[in-house]
C-alpha cells in the first residue's frame, strides 16, 4: 500500500488569523510569525549546521517551533483579500512596532475581517508595568533598582547587546524590542481610529472572538503581564 506524507504547513484554508503566534500555533488557525524560527522550524538541517559553525546560538535553535506557520512581516500589508476572516488574534506583538506600523495592521485586520468579524489582541499592561515601578521605588530593592526592574519590563533595550548571527539578525530586523506601549484607554482608541466598534476590555480567555482559549495564553495576561482589547468589524 502506498502512504503519501501529510505535508506540515500553515492551513491557508482557515478563517482564523492568528498573528505572531509564536509557539502557539493551532492547526485550525492560520498561524503568521516574522521570526527567523519559521524558516528554521522547515529546514532543520539548516539550523544544526548553523548551530555546528557557531553562528546560531543552541539555546535558540532547541526551541520546539512549530512548523506550520507562515512568514510575513508585519509591517507591510498582508498578503489576504478583503473580508478573508472571521477572526484575528494577536498577543504580545504590535507593542513590537512602532505606533504608526501598529495602526496600518490594525487597519489591515479591519480589512480582512468580515462584516461582524472580531479582533482580539493583547500586549503588555503599561499601566501595570507603572504601578510595579512605583512600590518598587518606595520599598527598594537590594539586588535591581526599581529603574532597572522597570527598563527590563519596558524591553525597549536588551541589557547586553547580543553576538552572532542572531544578534545581527536582531539589529536588522528590530522585531524584538518593544516600540510603542499601550495601556487599555490607548489601546482601545487604536482599535476605534481604524473604525472597529464595540471595543471592550474583555477577562482572559474570555470575551467575542470564537474559540480564543485555543490561540490565548493566561500567562501573558493574568497578574498585570498584558490586557485584552477586542473589537467588531461593522
Not at 510575513?72 to 498578503?79: A, Y
Not at 510595579?132 to 526592574?149: I, N, V
Not at 476590555?201 to 498584558?226: K, S, T
Given at each position: 500500500m502506498?502512504t503519501t ?5 500553515p492551513?491557508?484554508?482557515?478563517d482564523?488569523l492568528n498573528?505572531g503566534?509564536?509557539l ?10 516574522g ?8 529546514r532543520?538541517?539548516?539550523k544544526r549546521?548553523?548551530v555546528e559553525i557557531g ?5 535558540q535553535?532547541?526551541i520546539p517551533?512549530?512548523a506550520?506557520v ?12 478583503n473580508?478573508?476572516?472571521?477572526a484575528?488574534?494577536?498577543s504580545h506583538?504590535?507593542?513590537h512596532l512602532y ?6 495592521l490594525?487597519?489591515e ?14 500586549v ?6 507603572v504601578?510595579r515601578?512605583l512600590?518598587?521605588s518606595s520599598?527598594p530593592?537590594s ?7 522597570f527598563?527590563d519590563e519596558?524591553?525597549l533595550h536588551?541589557r547586553?547587546?547580543?553576538h552572532?548571527?542572531?544578534?545581527l539578525?536582531h539589529?536588522l530586523?528590530?522585531f ?10 490607548g489601546?482601545g ?5 481604524v473604525?472597529?466598534?464595540e471595543v471592550s476590555?474583555p477577562?482572559?480567555?474570555q470575551?467575542?472572538?470564537p ?6 495564553d493566561?500567562?501573558r495576561?493574568l497578574?498585570g503581564a498584558g490586557i485584552?482589547v477586542e473589537?467588531?468589524?461593522a
Amino acid at each position: 500500500m502506498v502512504t503519501t506524507k501529510r505535508r506540515v504547513g500553515p492551513n491557508t484554508a482557515s478563517d482564523s488569523l492568528n498573528l505572531g503566534c509564536g509557539l502557539k500555533a493551532p492547526e485550525n488557525w492560520l498561524n503568521v510569525d516574522g521570526s527567523l524560527q519559521v524558516v528554521f522550524a522547515r529546514r532543520p538541517r539548516l539550523k544544526r549546521i548553523l548551530v555546528e559553525i557557531g553562528l546560531y546560538p543552541k539555546s535558540q535553535a532547541e526551541i520546539p517551533w512549530p512548523a506550520n506557520v507562515m512568514r510575513l512581516d508585519l509591517r507591510k500589508p498582508l498578503p489576504f483579500p478583503n473580508d478573508r476572516f472571521i477572526a484575528v488574534y494577536s498577543s504580545h506583538t504590535i507593542e513590537h512596532l512602532y505606533y504608526d506600523e501598529a495602526a496600518a495592521l490594525t487597519s489591515e485586520c479591519h480589512r480582512v475581517l468580515k462584516s461582524g468579524g472580531v479582533f482580539r489582541v493583547v500586549v503588555p499592561d503599561l499601566a501595570a508595568i507603572v504601578r510595579r515601578y512605583l512600590l518598587r521605588s518606595s520599598q527598594p530593592d537590594s539586588k535591581d533598582t526599581a529603574a532597572e526592574r522597570f527598563m527590563d519590563e519596558l524591553l525597549l533595550h536588551p541589557r547586553v547587546a547580543e553576538h552572532g548571527l542572531i544578534g545581527l539578525y536582531h539589529r536588522l530586523c528590530g522585531f524584538h524590542q518593544h516600540k510603542w506601549m499601550y495601556d487599555a484607554p490607548g489601546l482601545g482608541k487604536l482599535l476605534r481610529e481604524v473604525g472597529f466598534v464595540e471595543v471592550s476590555n474583555p477577562l482572559c480567555l474570555q470575551g467575542m472572538l470564537p474559540a480564543c482559549q485555543e490561540v490565548e495564553d493566561p500567562e501573558r495576561i493574568l497578574d498585570g503581564a498584558g490586557i485584552v482589547v477586542e473589537g467588531v468589524k461593522a
